[in-house]
């Protein structure tokens, strides 16, 4: 990706979707953006039609939501009014890219939910900016987790699969901040990244819940989405191929286990579960 993405400001007429699949543990997922600039080499909505139909490349292009909070509002009471209300933000975008900085959609609709709780919220990110929301993350109490990518421990690997993404010592800094805040927190390292034998260490201080995840469990096909995205290279540039296996998460979860109890660490779709 070169250059800044384009951005356009569309009105949705709906924010809610139903969830379902991997998600079905929720009810809704939440996207406060289309599109996303950290546009990470493995992310599987780089298959979908959302992408897929778009001239500019994924990464390249990010349309903000106005009048996302007052929408919010209005489809939370209608919602609740019918059950449980369990979202997931955000299942095809980062909820904390970029634009956030300026637009300030995401803030928006944590305040629309701070007047109208669901009954769980899960946060799913790996941008640092969402230590700038404590505030309202508080405010929901236990309603709420934020969930932090931690894919690799490893500069030289976020730098080749995303390169746009935030640096990975900002993110363990992030867990820091939220955990001290008393904010429900998790470090989602997913996809499996080839990493080394030091992040269990570097994670156990700052959360005590981590969930490991790999691309055949995680994409939503058994892994066929991320297999069409061709890959292999740049584990080849990193002379990592080993690391480009189906039991690659086995090795880094037993890693884990030596430093995380059984209650405290989870695989795949469980993981992400309220």
């Known amino acids: 990706m070169s250059g800044q993405p384009t951005v356009q400001y569309k009105k949705p007429k709906s924010l809610l979707n139903r969830a379902s699949g991997f998600l079905e543990n929720y009810t809704h997922t939440l996207n406060p953006y289309g ?11 780089r298959g979908m ?25 209005k489809e939370l009471a209608r919602a609740a009014s019918k059950g449980p209300v369990r979202i997931f933000m955000s299942s095809s975008t980062d909820p904390y890219q970029p634009a956030e900085y300026r637009e300030r959609v995401t ?77 429900p927190v998790q ?24 969930v490991i995840d790999d691309f055949e469990m995680g994409d939503g096909s058994g892994g066929r989405r991320t297999k069409s995205l061709g ?8 002379d990592m191929t080993a690391w480009h296996s189906p039991s690659a998460w086995r090795i880094v979860y037993e890693r884990f286990a030596k430093h995380y109890g059984e209650e405290e660490l989870t695989i795949s779709k469980s993981g992400f579960a309220p």
């Open 187 to 210: 470090a989602a390292v997913a996809p499996v990244l080839p990493s080394s034998e030091r992040l269990p260490a570097l994670l156990r201080p700052v959360t005590d819940r981590v």
């Open 49 to 73: 039609p959302v992408a897929a139909f778009r001239e500019e490349a994924w990464g390249e292009w990010v349309d903000v939501k106005q009048g996302a909070a007052e929408l919010l509002s």
């Open 231 to 238: 890959l292999e290279p740049l584990y080849a540039k990193l």
């Open 107 to 183: 803030r928006s609709l944590l305040e629309a939910m701070a007047e109208t709780p669901p009954d769980f919220l899960l946060v799913q990110t790996r941008s640092p900016l969402v230590t700038r929301d404590i505030d309202l993350l508080l405010r929901l109490g236990r309603r709420v987790r934020v969930s932090m990518t931690v894919e690799t421990d490893l500069e030289e690997v976020r730098r080749v699969f995303s390169p746009a993404a935030p640096p990975i010592a900002a993110r363990i800094k992030a867990l820091a901040r939220l955990k001290e805040a008393g904010v």
């Open 35 to 45: 599109g996303c600039a950290f546009g990470c080499s493995y992310c599987y909505v």
